[in-house]
């Protein structure tokens, strides 16, 4: 499939981002929500922030103190045999390899702007920062859905008690209104769709099943955007395949006289990240109508083989302009970037 990778690429990086955060240093600028606003492309970007540690030897975490609103430093020794450090994103019990006990960076959302979709300019202050008791180890991957004049943000909340998803909705990117978790942990890569179906809401998710170890695919209906049931499984992992370690979803599902498109992520067991994509029902969306066998998308240049988590094409944010998506997506959990392709070409990939 014909896939135009701007130029430009990689949009912006983690030098373009000023830290917010007096002794840290940005190590990620990835993973954004997509809104067009007014005359602008917005990517509500994930800037993860790490304190830097002036001793080899020592391992900082930062942690998020609801109390006093401000951002706590821990410090752990590499020596310490209480906990892995194995993973640079985390570190780990080694009694409970499976979960962390802190994170070696903090996210939080950060706007990046522009009118010709190519060059952006990033606000100084974020948009989201860590607020309550459940996103103290930082705000991850908004997703960003318009209904109306509304525009509802969802995103990861990470915390000692779990990963979870929160929402929050917005009409000028300047001020919001929480409307608290909308799922519980573990759960992430939520999408809501942008208009109602047959007088409810629909939303993709993915939840984590800790007896089976399955990241699959699910989808759930709400009256209202906040109280969320009738949740029914939607794909599968694969066998042996590019998407045998997880799939989820990418970008916010797009209507087309078809079915709707949903442009999803797949990651093999060793994590290399590929964009797939799904056909859904219009009616009944819980209904897949054709998936692509291959990925549509690979990680294939250097910024997208080469960063901080390498071979990694993430996409979460689109604008449609008639058969053309543009698609602005992470790379490498590193940096943004973005695409265009055709609806009806990916449209023609589905079986």
Known sequence: MNIYRFEENPLITPLDVKPLNEGYEVIGAFNAGVAKY??????????????????????????????TGKLNTISLSKDDERYSFADPRMISDKENMDGFVYLT????????????GHHFTIDDDPFLFPFNEYQTFGIEDARCTQIGDKYYV????????????????????????????????????VLIFPEKINGRYYALHRPVSSNL???????????????????????????????????????VPLKTEKGWLEIYHGATKDNRY????????????????AKSEKPIM?????????????????????????????????????????????ISDILNELY
């Open 213 to 251: 170890g399955k990241m699959d695919m699910w989808i759930a209906s709400s009256p209202d955007l906040q109280s969320w049931g009738n949740h029914k499984h939607l794909l599968n992992t694969s066998e042996e395949d590019w998407d045998n370690g997880r799939v989820g979803g990418g970008l």
């Open 105 to 116: 960076s903090l996210s939080y959302i950060r706007i990046a702007r522009s009118e010709d």
């Open 154 to 189: 969802n995103f990861t909340s990470v915390s000692p008690v779990g990963v979870c998803d929160s929402l929050i909705v917005t009409e000028d990117f300047k001020s919001f209104k929480s409307l608290g978790n909308i799922f519980a942990p573990d759960n992430k890569d």
């Open 38 to 67: 007014k005359n602008e492309t917005l990517l509500l970007l994930r800037v993860a922030e790490r304190p830097v540690s002036e001793v080899e030897d020592i391992i900082k975490a930062p942690v998020y103190d609801v109390k």
């Open 298 to 342: 690979m990680p294939l240049l250097p910024y997208e083989k080469e960063g901080f988590f390498g071979e990694v094409v993430f996409g979460c944010g689109a604008v449609v302009e008639g058969d053309k998506l543009t698609m602005y997506y992470g790379v490498a959990d590193t940096s943004m970037a973005g695409c265009e392709m055709s």
């Open 274 to 289: 590929c964009m797939g994509a799904l056909l859904l029902d219009l009616e009944n969306p819980a209904k897949v109508i």
